[in-house]
């Protein structure tokens, strides 16, 4: 599975950080609030805002258009826990990847960032990950591929 379209953005959301809904190659959305990445069904909103008390975010979440992948600067917490992804997102741009891809395990390559600042956790878990990522202008990188498999 691969992302295809970020539908809603919110650069500052809940707990002051991204939301995203995430159009995927399986064709359904996906909420990603910083905490979960879950499908966009009513019923799933309903358990995240129960368990997140986000109500608020997720409704303005809902009502403010996407941005495309080469305009994304903070992926912060974006596909977290995506277990199904194999295919990273094409972010040009990025700067802040903290926790992006924290447990993706099945992603198979790391993703383009030449202009990546902060990757701290960004790829922690990639169980399948068969490489670093070339970031030239990394600074902070804390635990990046802590749990990879080219990282023991």
Avoid at 14 to 30: A, R
Avoid at 46 to 63: F, G, N
Avoid at 135 to 146: A, H, I
Wanted: aromatic share 12%.
């Amino acid at each position: 599975m691969r992302p295809v379209e970020i539908v809603h953005y919110v650069e500052r959301s809940y707990e002051g950080k991204p939301s995203f809904v995430i159009l995927m190659s399986d064709g359904k959305e996906y909420v990603s609030n910083g905490c979960v990445f879950l499908e966009n069904t009513w019923e799933k909103r309903a358990r995240l805002i129960s368990w997140y008390d986000c109500e608020v975010e997720l409704r303005k979440l809902l009502k403010i258009p996407g941005i495309g992948w080469d305009e994304l600067v903070n992926g912060q917490y974006m596909f977290r826990g995506c277990k199904a992804l194999t295919e990273p997102a094409i972010t040009p741009k990025l700067e802040n990847g903290a926790n992006m891809y924290y447990g993706c395990s099945s992603l198979k390559e790391p993703a383009i960032t030449p202009e990546l600042v902060n990757g701290d956790c960004m790829y922690y878990g990639c169980k399948s990950l068969k490489e670093p990522a070339i970031t030239p202008k990394l600074v902070n990188g804390f635990n990046m591929y802590d749990g990879c498999p080219f990282n023991t």
